[in-house]
């Protein structure tokens, strides 16, 4: 049965708010993704791995706002807004600690320690990997593990089937809008699309520069699990995705709404229709009932918070909305600028890519690449959300790739690393939240599956705090990860000074440390001690035996992750002024560490004994963790061991087969921390002109965000460093990795640690004007082409300025 809704009387109200200064003019400028096509129609002359039944989303411009994201097509007759709300995902809890494992730990140490690899391995791959399911290899959809899902899409068919011409698509940056322009005969339409945190809705605005010429229906619906039905004045999708088990698990609802300018409205079970409209806005609003909260993860009010969303969105005016929606984003986008060219950005997007891929990179992709990382940060990461995952927010599939899910050997890292450089420190907050979340299942892991204390993770994890090792050993045994992830903690707290956040967090912090000081084996013959069994992620050596292996005692990855958290919790215990039994034990710990071993060949070994690998060009460079995102190798304190890292890193990259992005993203971090400018700035073209997308989504392949969360940070590190610290206070480098193509430029807005905001322009590759701001009042020095410049104590809120 069809309701007919009018507007008339009833709604005038309404009309005078939603519509007062609708058509919000934008300016060119460079920081916008733009094209003369639809997404169906964008050039591309690559194939898209892993979406081949769906290459468009490949050119859709994303939208978010922390919790809710959209894809947006831009097709004229027929525009498709795919749709994801960030706890969209289906599975639930699962037991997979193993209470079989800890009895052959120490039976595999010793095995290893007396060099019988393949016995090693072999009783490694039987007693020390996960029960049950675990995370469904890769394809967690249908298993109890779960996946990141779709929340499907919305269609809008327009009854207008006519010719365009004038077409234009595009997102700015500047204001997180998406706009649609074209002409059908001598009426010109737009479509202008944005996602509000303040109102937690999206909102659109259709609108004609004639009377009465929006005519089209909307339909809500996704691959599985749905159904619609109209309600208030609303078109609701709802469903209850499933919990891998063979039941259900979270349920979802998802609320669309029109109000038109003249025209009307009608609903159906499963349409949204408006006919004869001057303009028209949609308001729609999702959520779940999921919560971030061991062990229950469901109860949220999803219902009630659609609707509330929706009811607040609807009853305001489109300026408001808009401006309440640029204020809010541009507070975080706004921090931090970068220019490397005054030239016109006269070329679309998806032809400055396809000439990139010819090896015609434009400057302004550099530029467009720096900031559409934060952009893409900012749009999948706000405080109280959950992190951004392997895609961000935007998936379009039910079987997300890699499950769309949480990667702790690199990944989430990655996503995280230009949060606190490219001033967006609050976003990185979503990261502790996870973090914490794993304390108390990573606890009951640690006791089941290896007897020990404090809390362990994974390489895996998700929304439903798994924390015990994958399918297999040769990739699931990483049991670096909780000191990798704990990094960013100290990484914060150098940025921010926050003591707040380091009370609230050295639980977090202490646990991870209780787990290592439990789990660290002194190594027979050299006294040292060691951590193992454990991987190199997933990375093969030929064992003396000629058996391929993952698993050794004491690899260069586990140490180095663990003497970095070992020292920053020395750091933070020092901060908060505590100082025991433990704290001192674990300071003893450190010094007893086996360390970075330099190989006959002259660079870092992967493993503690030399071994060579079975594949020289592996993707992971986790044995040079301590170059970046550590510090224990930098270029100012440890010279022996810097050119020993850059051997390896050049071995690396010269044998790799392929491009993996985020592999090249996280080269360009590594050789910028190496001072080597130029092998940066060729794995940065690498990553734009082999592994991005019309919508400059970076590819592994498939698709995954974290490069572009790389890239941004690694453009960064070629600009600015603060990484090392000594007596005198932090370390601030300007343009310790400039290319030098990269003659003329200049930034802004970028954070060093220990409080500081730093600007420099420069050209002919030299620094002319440049400010070091302190936030916190803290002690530096300033370092540029090889020389230290001393800084007078910076009070908080003083500036130093460039003199030369």
């Not at 469901?298 to 309440?324: H, M």
Request: hydrophobic share 35%; proline share 5%.
């Amino acid at each position: 049965m069809k309701k007919q809704i009018r507007s008339i009387v009833s709604v005038i109200g309404i009309f005078s708010l939603c519509f007062t200064a609708c058509s919000v003019e934008h300016k060119e400028v460079p920081l916008t993704l733009w094209y003369n096509t639809p997404a169906d129609a964008t050039v591309a002359d690559q194939p898209y791995v892993g979406y081949k039944d769906d290459p468009e989303w490949l050119k859709a411009l994303p939208l978010g706002n922390g919790s809710l994201g959209a894809m947006v097509f831009g097709d004229v007759h027929k525009e498709r807004i795919q749709l994801n709300e960030e706890t969209v995902w289906s599975g639930s809890m699962q037991d997979c600690d193993n209470p079989e494992a800890a009895k052959h730990v120490d039976e595999i140490k010793q095995l290893l320690f007396d060099g019988k690899y393949k016995e090693a391995t072999e009783l490694t791959n039987r007693t020390q990997i996960c029960t049950g399911q675990g995370t469904g290899h890769g394809n967690g959809s249908k298993a109890p593990f779960g996946c990141y899902q779709t929340m499907g899409d919305l269609w809008i068919d327009f009854d207008n089937k006519s010719p365009y011409t004038d077409y234009r698509r595009e997102l700015n940056l500047d204001d997180a809008t998406a706009r649609v322009s074209y002409k059908q005969g001598d009426v010109r339409f737009k479509r202008e699309i944005f996602i509000s945190h303040p109102d937690q809705a999206m909102v659109m605005h259709l609108s004609a520069d004639k009377k009465q010429q929006l005519s089209f229906t909307c339909r809500l619906d996704r691959p599985e699990r749905y159904s619609t039905h109209t309600e208030n004045e609303q078109l609701i999708m709802s469903g209850t995705l499933s919990d891998g088990k063979g039941g259900d698990g979270l349920q979802y609802m998802t609320r669309l709404k029109a109000v038109p300018v003249n025209g009307s409205v009608s609903y159906s079970d499963s349409t949204l229709t408006v006919q004869g409209a001057d303009e028209v806005l949609l308001f729609l609003t999702a959520s779940t009932d999921y919560k971030l909260e061991y062990p229950t993860y469901k109860g949220r009010d999803y219902r009630g918070i659609s609707q509330t969303s929706l009811e607040k969105a609807v009853s305001q005016p489109y300026n408001q909305l808009y401006q309440k929606h640029v204020k809010e984003y541009t507070a975080y986008f706004n921090r931090a600028d970068l220019q490397l060219t005054d030239a016109p950005d006269t070329i679309p997007t998806d032809i400055k890519v396809q000439n990139a891929r010819k090896g015609q990179i434009d400057p302004h992709l550099y530029e467009q690449m720096f900031q559409y990382g934060r952009y893409l940060l900012i749009s999948s990461s706000r405080p109280g959300t959950m992190p951004a995952n392997l895609q961000g927010i935007w998936a379009n599939k039910l079987q997300t790739a890699w499950n769309g899910d949480y990667h702790t050997d690199v990944n989430i890292e990655m996503n995280y690393w230009p949060a606190e450089v490219a001033n967006l420190s609050e976003l990185h907050l979503p990261m502790f939240d996870l973090i914490a979340s794993l304390v108390e299942p990573g606890t009951k892991t640690a006791q089941i599956q290896y007897n020990k204390k404090g809390w362990v993770v994974h390489p895996i994890t998700n929304v439903w705090g798994y924390t015990s090792p994958g399918e297999a050993a040769s990739w699931g045994m990483h049991t670096g990860a909780p000191a990798w992830i704990c990094q960013h903690i100290g990484e914060h707290y150098r940025f921010t000074d926050d003591k707040e956040f380091l009370r609230k967090t050295y639980p977090v912090l202490k646990g991870a440390v209780e787990f290592y000081m439990d789990w660290l084996t002194e190594n027979p013959k050299t006294k040292e001690l060691v951590s193992g069994p454990a991987v190199s992620p997933e990375n093969t050596f030929v064992a003396p035996d000629g058996s391929h292996s993952q698993i050794s005692m004491g690899p260069a990855h586990d140490q180095q992750t663990i003497w970095q958290l070992f020292d920053d919790f020395a750091m933070i215990s020092n901060e908060l002024s505590i100082d025991d039994d433990f704290t001192r034990q674990v300071v003893d710990a450190k010094k007893r560490l086996a360390g970075t071993k330099i190989g006959s060949d002259g660079r870092i070994m992967e493993w503690a004994d030399e071994f060579p690998e079975a594949e020289p060009g592996h993707r992971h460079i986790s044995h040079l963790f301590a170059i970046h995102p550590g510090s224990q190798i930098n270029m100012l304190q440890t010279p022996d061991l810097v050119e020993a890292a850059n051997k390896s890193l050049d071995y690396r990259i010269q044998h790799r087969q392929g491009y993996v992005g985020w592999s090249s993203a996280w080269a360009i971090s590594q050789y910028a921390r190496l001072h080597q400018a130029e092998k940066a700035k060729k794995n940065l073209d690498d990553v734009i002109a082999k592994c991005i997308n019309p919508n400059l989504f970076t590819i592994c392949p498939p698709f995954q965000i974290d490069a572009n969360f790389g890239t941004t940070a690694g453009i960064a590190e070629m600009l600015l460093q603060s990484h090392v610290y000594d007596q005198e206070g932090y370390v601030i480098q300007l343009l310790p990795s400039l290319p030098t193509d990269w003659k003329n430029g200049q930034f802004s807005g970028l954070k060093a640690r220990g409080g500081f905001e730093v600007a420099v322009k420069w050209e002919n590759g030299q620094i002319v004007d440049a400010s070091v701001k302190s936030l916190l009042g803290n002690k530096c020095r300033i370092w540029y082409n090889g020389e230290y410049i001393q800084v007078n104590d910076l009070k908080k809120g003083e500036t130093w300025k460039w003199n030369k």
